[in-house]
């Protein structure tokens, strides 16, 4: 219990307290995902230098998880190499879709998410930014 407890204080604080937000101008966005089943909307930005991911930005309405989930990746992403990311980024997907392990102090926050794995429904709310940032850098790469 005391656990649960502190998971929702970490994504309470990410959802009140999102990293990387702002107001993302539509004409500005790289990316504008809307996911019907929840209403969650997610407008994402990022800038890439030198091989490495140098700002990502979002710009989210949405739930509690889907906002959390996107503050985590916000705030985790700068500066990680490209390459490292979207390995880093692929096993959080993974591990949502309970397929792997992904050792808690890799995770840090999104330890905090794990629990969201016991209802199908939700995953895509925890997993839509991440999305979101890997369609930016294929549209950066283009
Ligand atoms: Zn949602």
């Not at 959390?68 to 980024?89: C, D, H, L, Q, T």
């Not at 949502?96 to 998410?113: F, H, I, K, N």
């Not at 969201?116 to 839509?128: E, F, G, L, N």
Request: charged share 30%.
């Amino acid at each position: 219990m005391q656990l649960d407890d502190l998971y929702q204080e970490i994504l309470l604080d990410h959802y009140k307290h999102p990293r990387g937000a702002r107001a993302i101008p539509d004409a500005e966005a790289l990316v504008d995902e809307e996911n019907p089943t929840c209403g969650d909307r997610v407008k994402l930005t990022a800038r890439v230098e030198d091989g490495r991911i140098a700002d990502v930005a979002i710009d989210v309405a949405g739930c509690a998880i889907c906002t959390a989930s996107a503050s985590m990746m916000a705030e985790r992403a700068p500066g990680m190499e490209i390459a490292a990311w979207r390995r880093f980024a692929k096993a959080f997907v993974e591990m949502m879709r309970g397929g792997l392990e992904v050792p808690e102090a890799t995770l840090g926050d999104l330890v905090a998410l794990r629990g969201v794995r016991q209802y199908p429904i939700r995953v895509k709310c925890a997993t839509m930014a991440w999305h979101a940032l890997e369609k930016a850098l294929e549209k950066l790469r283009a």
